[in-house]
């Protein structure tokens, strides 16, 4: 059973850092490209970042030079961590594990991030 567990969600304030773990079992973790997707109210799931096995990274525009993914192999666990927060950040975080060589295509079940003064 391929689990996804989310944490490190909350309330900050603009110009502030939080940082998202996601904790993965059931699966080969190396072997997955990680990834970060978040929703806001009213509007589509979109990218945020992801890492390959391979440690290659992608970031969507909006968060390039303030979140940071990272990935530590050893505790099937995946990072976001998000500084100079803004009120458009506001979103649920989803956790993502993609393999399309495995058919493999998990989510969490998602973690609250409200950036508000």
């Known amino acids: 059973q391929v689990q996804l567990v989310e944490s490190g969600g909350g309330s900050v304030q603009p110009g502030g850092s939080l940082r998202l773990s996601c904790a993965a079992s059931?699966?080969?973790?190396?072997?997955?490209?990680m990834g970060w997707y978040r929703q806001a109210p009213g509007k589509q799931r979109e990218l945020v970042a992801t890492?390959?096995?391979?440690?290659?990274?992608n970031y969507a525009d909006s968060v390039k030079g303030r979140f940071t993914i990272s990935r530590d192999d050893a505790k099937n666990t995946v990072y976001l961590q998000m500084n100079s927060l803004k009120p458009e950040d506001t979103a649920v975080y989803y956790c993502?594990?993609?393999?399309?060589?495995?058919?493999?295509?998990?989510w969490g079940q998602g973690t609250q991030v409200t950036v508000s003064s």
């Open positions: 059931g699966i080969i973790f190396r072997a997955y490209t």
């Open positions: 993502n594990a993609r393999n399309d060589y495995l058919k493999g295509d998990f």
């Open positions: 890492i390959t096995s391979r440690r290659i990274t």
